[in-house]
């Protein structure tokens, strides 16, 4: 699986919206951008994926420049619950290879 | 209830005692998928499997064993426990199919928590 690069961490205030950047310049053609985050002391939970295209869904967009070197993850109006851990994955094949993912912190 | 649940959820052991950790999964889900995660590594793959009866390992395998008789059921044995395998265990589950699918998330149990002294 190609490797990502993400911010250790990034501020938030509520209301705004937060734009996670992810990069992963040696992914390969058939490989898919996966977004997951974790709440403290909580299990991950899938937010997105995507190919080529744009993606959006009722928790967040995604994203993908033309040549698919980057990705941005927009939580379009972030609210304190959304404090976690973002992972940004490119997924290869059965597996998921977690990194260290973004600390978002959303404050008041 | 349906998911995925885990238990026990909190377990303390001692150095060189036999531990299973347990997974259950009531969607029927192929895949299932033992992580641990450590402070300063993240989330680590150790043992995933695709079916029935057919394991593979991971990143981090040494020190476990799995088994997978049951599609619903995926425990995680430490068959001597060390003290370095202290961590938090989350097994999560996923619809089978290998190489790319367009839609393919993994769902995450509530994890254990495991010290060993």
């Known amino acids: 699986d190609a490797k990502t690069t993400q911010p250790t961490s990034m501020d938030c205030a509520e209301g705004r919206a937060a734009n996670l950047p992810c990069n992963h310049s040696?992914?390969?053609?058939?490989?898919?951008v996966y977004w997951y985050r974790q709440i403290h002391s909580q299990g991950p939970q899938y937010i997105i994926h995507g190919l080529k295209n744009n993606e959006t869904n009722e928790m967040a967009s995604l994203i993908i420049t033309e040549d698919r070197k980057s990705s941005t993850l927009i939580l379009p109006h972030a609210t304190l619950r959304d404090t976690a851990v973002y992972y940004c994955?490119?997924?290869?094949?059965?597996?998921?290879?977690f990194g260290k993912g973004t600390m978002l912190l959303v404050s008041p | 209830d349906a998911g995925i649940t885990q238990s026990p959820r909190y377990k303390i052991t001692e150095t060189g005692r036999q531990v299973t950790l347990m997974c259950h999964q009531t969607?029927?889900?192929?895949?299932m998928f033992w992580y641990r995660q450590d402070l300063g590594h993240g989330l680590r793959l150790i043992y995933y499997s695709a079916a029935a009866d057919i394991t593979d390992k991971g990143e981090v395998p040494d020190g476990y064993v799995v088994s997978r008789s049951k599609t619903e059921n995926f425990p995680l044995t430490l068959e001597s426990a060390t003290r370095s395998q202290t961590s938090v265990y989350f097994c999560a589950s996923r619809v089978g199919g290998l190489g790319q699918s367009s839609y393919n998330e993994q769902f995450f149990g509530p994890g254990t928590r495991l010290t060993v002294l």
């Open positions: 969607w029927s889900h192929s895949y």
């Open positions: 040696t992914i390969s053609g058939n490989e898919y």
């Open positions: 994955i490119v997924r290869g094949y059965s597996t998921l290879t």
